[in-house]
Nanobody
Framework: QVQLVESGGGLVQAGGSLRLSCVPS????????MGWFRQAPGKEREFVAG????????YYGDSVKGRFTISKDNAKNTVSLQMNSLKPEDTAEYYC????????????WGQGTQVTVSS
């Protein structure tokens, strides 16, 4: 069973930056797209960003456009999320996900990494 392993979460002050990374447990793992989602306590899971593996096309949720950047490293088969200008409302558990069988349908999920932004 392939696992997606996230890292890079932590505590940061408002206005600061964090970089999240996601690595599949199997190096040869391939997908149509990979993305990041987040969920804050008492709220629904929210799409943050996605990247299409073959073309590099990127997609962002409205609340993070212009502040977050998703990227991929083909050689390392990893996906990263650079988060700048963080706000307290960005506080959430962040999950890496992969769309394997169909583009847009995320069917592999990581365990999550906590991001906390203090005001």
């Amino acid at each position: 069973q392939v696992q997606l392993v996230e890292s890079g979460g932590g505590l940061v002050q408002a206005g600061g930056s964090l970089r999240l990374s996601c690595v599949p447990s199997v190096r040869t793992f391939s997908s149509n797209a990979m993305g990041w989602f987040r969920q804050a306590p008492g709220k629904e899971r929210e799409f943050v960003a996605g990247i299409r593996w073959s073309t590099g096309d990127t997609y962002y949720g409205d609340s993070v456009k212009g502040r977050f950047t998703i990227s991929k490293d083909n050689a390392k088969n990893t996906v990263s999320l650079q988060m700048n200008s963080l706000k307290p409302e960005d506080t959430a558990e962040y999950y890496c996900a992969a769309a394997v069988r169909r583009l847009g349908q995320y069917d592999y999920w990581g365990q999550g990494t906590q991001v906390t932004v203090s005001s």
